[in-house]
């Protein structure tokens, strides 16, 4: 008699399924997790509602208007139709700028990337490995994408600038989901760290996000420095006969200010960051240090520097031998200096320091 009834139960329930249609039952869903934003101001998190997490990416300069977003599904009862969705389980990433790689990295999500433009910036012997396997596609130099190379890696989400809004529209008719990222949109290094808990939802690991942003966090702001009104410090290099000083409340300046020093050309923003050369030589002479971001070759020095233009010897920093200099051909500046702002912060302090050993920067000698 059980073995009679156990039948007939066993018959019932699986007439309850079309097992034609069982992709249609059977949904995967990401697990939920509460996810805080405190100083990224290009994104936000809805998580209110049980059933999906909106994430919104929006513009933080006036100038320049976009807004995008994805939703993650929590449950069956999500309904999906006229959004865009993260697929359930992404396999298949490609990737615009050389600062996403960074994020991905933390997570232990490497082994996702299939495409990705600018292979030129980076300097991580994971990636060149990679590359060498043909496992990952170059799909653009210098931020122009091709089409035919973006197709072939067949991505579940390709992560772009923020001004490729245009091409969007191109990419979503060939049924490439897109997500537009502008981290780097972000004033300070903190927030724009803080888009690792994007990431972090994303790529299903929030907590592992949200971990390690609350650490690097702590160790950052427990070395902050407060201005040195006396370490007058700028920027760069020029371009033929302009020189670009950063905003005055960008992610870099924000970076050398919590390291104490203070920046000459304060009054920069947006509209005026182009200075004259002239214009910069001659508030050089009033300067303590200057801070150099640049690609040179390995064995570059100071002397090296100044046979670029002779002027240069006469700056105090440059006779003091005060500049300091990162090498982005032969740090990963790039990549993943975006989720290490504590490294950088302690370079900085302690960039006069024998016995500290620096990652991103260094005196010139």
Known sequence: MKNTMYSILLILLTSCFNHSNIDDVIIETKVKTTTEIKYAKGFS??????????????????????????????????????????????????????????????????????????????????????????????????????????LKTNPDLFLIFPFELDNQIQYNSKGIQTLLISEYLEQTPIARLEWIKLFGLILNEPQLANTYFNSV?????????????TKTVFFNLPFKDNWNMPNSNSITTNLLADAGFNYIFSDTTNDNSIRSKETVWEKAMECEYWVIIASRPTSFSLQDLINEESIYAEFPAVKNKKVIFCNTSTTDYFTMGVVEPELMLLDLINVSNPNHNPKYFKLLK
Do not use: C
Not at 121 to 149: A, H, P, R, V, W
């Open 217 to 229: 966090e702590k160790l950052y702001y427990s070395s902050v420095k407060e201005v040195d009104s």
């Open 45 to 150: 998190i809805d998580d209110s509602n049980d059933d999906f997490t909106l994430i919104k990416v929006n513009s933080i300069q006036s100038k320049f208007n976009f807004t995008d977003s994805i939703y993650i599904s929590h449950s069956i009862n999500f309904e999906s139709k006229d959004k865009k969705v993260l697929p359930n389980k992404l396999n298949r990433l490609a990737l615009q700028s050389s600062t996403y790689f960074s994020y991905i990295s933390i997570l232990n999500k490497l082994k996702l990337i299939v495409g990705l433009s600018g292979v030129q910036y980076f300097n991580s012997s994971y990636l060149t490995k990679k590359i060498n396997k043909d496992s990952i596609q170059e799909i653009g130099i210098n931020g122009s994408i091709q089409m035919e190379s973006l």
